[in-house]
């Protein structure tokens, strides 16, 4: 069965980097988008990056623009968030997220917590 | 960007009543739009995708409808498994959106 397993998540101070990844298994990754959301605590969903699943095209939310990248490797079915000049307003469960038999989510991750604080 | 105001915010109903969702676009979204429910501590579910077609493994008493700026979903008769929070989200326009939630709980 699909599944999504990121990691990566932890404790930072603002202004630092962090590189979250998400290993994909039991569909062939390298046919489908692939997009990270997270969710800040106590908080929505909010959709933050997609890249196609040839990595030729890439999306993101204005709130990360120019300071996320998305990236994914498709000989090793991983997909690849790097996260620079992190700020409190970053803190959140970072989850990635395809669409594998319909179009729409339906398969995610369990998420990573990412918490940026001083 | 394309925001989606959901409503209410809060929907407070007893097991087996209907409970009718409200996603509203600032601008039209054909028919991408999706629906999630989300519990707590677990990642969101997909409900209902292009507006009205049930995900794979979806009970029949969750439904979806509109297209363009006004949806609904609607769940017929509330189990008790069904109370959650509850998304839209649209695929029209880069950057994807989702609207803020509608928390369904019991009376």
């Known amino acids: 069965q699909v599944q999504l397993v990121e990691s990566g998540g932890g404790l930072v101070r603002p202004g630092e980097s962090l590189r979250l990844s998400c290993a994909a298994s039991?569909?062939?990754?390298?046919?489908?988008?692939m997009h990270w959301v997270r969710q800040a605590p106590g908080k929505g969903l909010e959709w933050v990056s997609f890249?196609?699943?040839?990595?030729?095209?890439?999306y993101y939310a204005d709130s990360v623009k120019g300071r996320f990248t998305i990236s994914r490797d498709n000989s090793k079915n991983t997909l690849s968030l790097l996260l620079n000049s992190l700020r409190t307003e970053d803190t959140a469960v970072y989850y990635c997220?395809?669409?594998?038999?319909?179009?729409?989510?339906?398969?995610w991750g369990q998420g990573t917590l990412v918490t940026v604080s001083s | 960007e394309i925001v989606l105001t959901q409503s209410p915010a809060t929907l407070s109903l007893s097991p087996g009543e209907r409970a009718t969702l409200s996603c509203r676009a600032s601008?039209?979204?054909?028919?991408?739009l999706a629906w999630y429910q989300q519990k707590p501590g677990q990642a969101p579910r997909l409900l209902i995708y292009?507006?009205?077609s049930r995900a794979t493994g979806i009970p029949a008493r969750f439904s979806g409808s509109g297209s363009g700026t006004d949806f609904t979903l609607t769940i017929s008769s509330l189990e008790p498994e069904d109370f959650a929070v509850y998304y839209c989200q649209q695929r029209r326009n880069w950057p994807l959106t989702f609207g803020g939630g509608t928390k369904v709980e019991i009376k």
């Open positions: 890249v196609r699943s040839d990595g030729t095209n890439e």
């Open positions: 601008q039209s979204v054909s028919d991408f």
């Open positions: 039991g569909f062939t990754f390298t046919y489908y988008d």
């Open positions: 997220a395809t669409g594998v038999l319909v179009a729409g989510l339906d398969s």
């Open positions: 292009d507006a009205s």
